[in-house]
């Protein structure tokens, strides 16, 4: 990866995507330290530590929900935004239609969801921040409540509305897929201050005649490169279908007859699966705080790290990698194209037999990908169950939370997606390059 950074950084268009990219977030980052209006943060940062539901939506913002920061909601409600229309398309005729449109009916319906995405920054801002109550709220300007949720709910919309359009240029103009790389870069931010009070912890401990955190951590650093190692095999790995082409002449040239393959990868969705599926549990838990802020039955059956909870993100994630799976992998057109141009699969007959077989073997990869990023949401909830029942257990809980598998996940696809990237840009300009010559 650093060697395609180093050749990438050489191109003069390449070295100006990585600087916008990088400029991007960096205003990003900035965003996340301005503070809202009216709001007592510590009441916010005491709250989300209890409830574990907001805690999704604090890893994807990188620790800006906790703060209530302008950019406490981030791209959460572009992330939700996108679920629903992605579900709508299935039913609404017309959003079906312009998704077969190509780029500008897709074009079309990024521009929903856009507008849905900021509708819902305004009632999830405006939500979360009643469900924390009056407390939450400097008792200067208590007097007017109203008033003061509808400038936060406004605040938090327009840091909701810049994190989307930063998100759209940096697809447009940089490295990577926007929302991805914001996600990506919230993680990061959290990583050091971690760490360190981790080793503060460690080291105070340590003062006192314990060291067990000392010794725990070579344990978590060799899980953690075992993880990585997992999810860079899982995402690099492909399923190739062999294909055979038949010989064709015409005049006296002689065209086809060579072989080739279909690369099928198990986790062609990405981590979308799982970031669809965290963000649709925390929606409901939202709403719930919003308009029954002290109801306690669902955090005792939905919360985070329950066994419903944990049950309900297996089958949603499923659920996902199936659904993009079916949109993005048509069997039938792939088949056709196959037939088309006089290729087959060895022992498979041209047409529809061809187009089971590749609905059959796309079914085995999904399902294979969606147990995986099941296993990948699942694993925090089962360790943070274990850690739990020890003693003076946070710190690890903590390091171990945000070197979670989701968060792990989430920067090493990413990681690989802007590296693919650059090599796919990279090799464009070295034959750009050559034909030049």
């Avoid at 209530?68 to 609404?92: C, D, K, R």
């Avoid at 002290?294 to 944990?310: E, Q």
């Amino acid at each position: 990866m650093f060697e395609v950074l180093r050749n990438a950084w050489r191109v003069k268009d390449l070295r100006r995507k990585l600087l916008y990219t990088i400029m991007m977030l960096l205003l990003f980052r900035l965003c996340t330290y301005i503070p809202t209006p009216f709001i007592d943060q510590s009441v916010i940062k005491e709250a989300v530590g209890a409830n574990s539901g907001w805690g999704v939506i604090d890893i994807i913002t990188g620790g800006s929900l906790s703060g209530y920061t302008f950019m406490a909601m981030g791209i959460t409600p572009y992330i939700n935004a996108s679920i629903i229309l992605q579900l709508l398309t299935v039913v609404i005729p017309r959003l079906e239609q312009l998704s077969k449109e190509g780029p500008e009916g897709r074009k079309k319906i990024t521009q929903y969801t856009r507008y849905l995405g900021i509708a819902l920054a305004f009632v999830q801002a405006v939500g979360i921040c009643m469900s924390f109550g009056s407390s939450a709220i400097v008792s200067t300007f208590r007097d007017n409540l109203f008033l003061v949720y509808v400038i936060i709910g406004l605040t938090l919309t327009a840091g909701s509305a810049l994190a989307i359009w930063m998100g759209e240029r940096i697809t447009e103009n940089g490295i990577g897929n926007g929302i991805s790389m914001l996600i990506f870069i919230g993680i990061i931010a959290r990583l050091p201050s971690t760490v360190i009070a981790y080793v503060q912890q460690a080291a105070e401990q340590a003062r006192g005649g314990n060291a067990a955190l000392w010794w725990i951590l070579p344990f978590i650093v060799l899980g953690v490169a075992a993880l990585v190692v997992i999810i860079v095999r899982v995402d690099l790995g492909e399923r190739r279908i062999p294909v055979q082409y038949a010989k064709r002449i015409s005049g006296r040239k002689v065209y086809g007859g060579q072989s080739t393959y279909i690369p099928m990868k198990p986790n062609g969705a990405g981590v979308l699966p799982l970031i669809f599926a965290m963000s649709f549990l925390a929606f409901p838990n939202i709403i719930i705080k919003m308009f029954w802020p002290h109801v306690v039955w669902y955090d005792n059956w939905l919360g985070a790290g329950t066994p419903l909870y944990a049950v309900l993100s297996v089958v949603l994630v499923l659920f996902f990698a199936y659904f993009y799976a079916s949109i993005s992998f048509n069997p039938e057109d792939t088949a056709n194209d196959i037939q088309k141009y006089g290729g087959f699969i060895q022992g498979i007959r041209p047409g529809k037999p061809t187009s089971d077989y590749l609905k059959k073997i796309n079914r085995r990869l999904t399902l294979f990908a969606g147990l995986f990023l099941a296993g990948i949401a699942v694993l925090p909830m089962i360790i943070s169950a274990c850690l739990g029942r020890m003693e003076n257990s946070a710190p690890i809980l903590n390091l171990a939370l945000t070197f979670s598998s989701t968060g792990l996940l989430i920067l090493t696809s990413v990681s690989i997606e802007v590296t693919k990237q650059l090599e796919a840009q990279l090799v464009m300009n070295h034959y750009k390059g050559f034909l030049d010559k």
